[in-house]
């Protein structure tokens, strides 16, 4: 995959001089940050070492500075990731193409610490101020991403159930809590993977995922499926195609991941909640006139609410739409259905005032 990622460069040094002045993005040659005289060498071996023989132990760490938009080639636009080395600051360039996964994203990158590797040298037919030749660092996290990655890919072919049975530690880098959609990005040895909330944590009205999960948070998670396909063949990347972004080509490592073997099973809690006959807390998390109150006792249960009709605190709507806090005893559950009924015994914050529109 060395080599199959830059039809758009090998245009650029025939496009320099037809590129306009006047222009809103800057020309790639003439705008990236050249490659320091005193680091061409070492950029240089470390290039010529992974030419055929590119593995986890010699990819770069390297971290996100800056994303720009440049013209590669006329009339031709693409967002560009600056990112710099870790062990010498040395600058390197990832084309949107070449992002991997997060390639809709360049900015997720920007103060992150990845994995890449260094596939190109641009000869910007330039010189420095001592007349030293000018090169620009090309680099992929793609290829990082599909080395890693494959690596994981190989081991699940020879032992899946080990694979899906190691604990992992993950970082949190990304967090993305929607109506729509509801989702974490995380780093594991130096590539980005991705998690659904519903695999992250049991999902609960009064506890939204921007609450359980935060940049920097450490977890522990497994693998429970890798898929080998290729970028073209994902809707999304099809999609793209079709309104003319910059999408990275070729064979990609989908891995699946959870963190809820790590985590209390919700019907085991109800369940020993409920042969205890203990007091606990819930929610109002829906109420109507006819059919009365439900509420909340765990992620992925919602029990009808009993109160006595003679009680002098009554709940409303407004107190579903504040997920009022109530304290309840189980009456009855069904595990399979995860329903039920429990009784409301009281209110530790009382409910939601409404004002009565006669005191107006």
Not at 4 to 27: I, R, T, V, Y
Not at 61 to 75: C, H, L, N, T
Request: with cysteine.
């Amino acid at each position: 995959m060395a080599d199959d990622n830059f039809e758009a460069l090998q245009a650029l040094m025939k496009n320099k001089q037809q590129s306009s002045d006047k222009k809103s993005q800057p020309f790639f040659l003439d705008a990236a940050e050249k490659i320091p005289f005193e680091l061409q060498g070492f950029v240089a071996d470390y290039k010529r070492k992974i030419n055929h023989d590119l593995t986890p132990d010699n990819l770069l760490w390297a971290i996100g500075e800056e994303v720009s938009d440049f013209e590669i080639r006329k009339g031709v636009v693409m967002p560009v990731l600056k990112m710099r080395l870790e062990d010498n600051q040395a600058p390197v360039y990832v084309f949107a193409s070449q992002a991997g996964s997060n390639y809709r994203h360049l900015d997720n990158f920007l103060d992150q610490r990845v994995k890449i590797a260094i596939t190109n040298f641009l000869d910007c037919n330039t010189q420095d101020s001592e007349g030293n030749e000018e090169y620009i660092a090309i680099g992929s996290i793609q290829q990082a991403e599909f080395v890693i990655n494959g690596v994981l890919y190989q081991e699940f072919l020879q032992d899946p159930e080990g694979v899906k049975n190691k604990d992992r530690i993950g970082t949190i880098t990304q967090v993305i809590d929607t109506p729509d959609f509801r989702f974490i990005a995380f780093d594991y040895h130096g590539v980005q993977l991705g998690m659904l909330a519903k695999n992250f944590y049991y999902q609960t009205f009064t506890h939204p995922l921007s609450e359980v999960a935060y940049i920097g948070m450490r977890f522990s998670f497994r693998i429970t499926d890798i898929i080998r396909a290729k970028y073209e063949d994902q809707d999304g990347v099809k999609q793209d195609i079709e309104r003319g972004m910059a999408v990275p080509k070729g064979l990609m490592y989908q891995i699946m991941t959870t963190r809820l073997p790590f985590l209390e099973s919700p019907d085991d809690l109800v369940k020993s909640r409920y042969e205890r006959g203990a007091d606990f807390k819930a929610n109002i998390v829906h109420y109507h006139y006819i059919r009365g109150i439900i509420v909340e006792i765990a992620p992925g249960w919602q029990v009808k609410g009993i109160i006595s009709p003679n009680s002098k605190i009554q709940p409303s709507v407004a107190d579903a739409e504040a997920h009022t806090p109530v304290i309840v005893r189980l009456d009855q559950i069904n595990l399979k259905t995860r329903t039920g009924r429990a009784f409301i015994i009281r209110f530790p914050k009382g409910v939601k005032r409404v004002p009565d529109p006669h005191n107006q």
